[in-house]
């Protein structure tokens, strides 16, 4: 597997992360959810959208790991 398939692979775990958020939003706006019920689903959503952030990073970063003069994060770099 190259890097920009291994991109393109995080590009669409990504989507799926954007799915489940967007599904999340929807859910904690109904009526019937108790407050702790509310409040789990936003601590997911933190996970989540701290998961989707380092994904799309991560993407980036193996789509142009090749690129010269690319600046890598010092975040992803040993």
């Given at each position: 597997m190259?890097?920009?398939?291994?991109?393109?692979?995080?590009?669409?775990s990504a989507?799926?992360?954007?799915r489940?958020?967007g599904?999340?939003t929807?859910?904690?706006s109904?009526e019937?959810?108790?407050g702790t019920?509310k409040?789990?689903?936003?601590s997911?959503?933190?996970?989540?959208?701290s998961?989707?952030?380092?994904?799309l990073?991560?993407?980036?970063?193996t789509?142009?790991?090749?690129?010269r003069g690319y600046r890598?994060s010092?975040?992803?770099?040993?």
């Amino acid at each position: 597997m190259t890097m920009k398939q291994l991109s393109a692979e995080y590009r669409n775990s990504a989507q799926l992360l954007r799915r489940r958020i967007g599904e999340l939003t929807v859910l904690i706006s109904e009526e019937g959810l108790s407050g702790t019920e509310k409040a789990l689903i936003k601590s997911r959503l933190v996970i989540l959208n701290s998961m989707l952030t380092d994904t799309l990073a991560i993407a980036v970063l193996t789509e142009r790991y090749y690129e010269r003069g690319y600046r890598r994060s010092v975040r992803f770099t040993i």
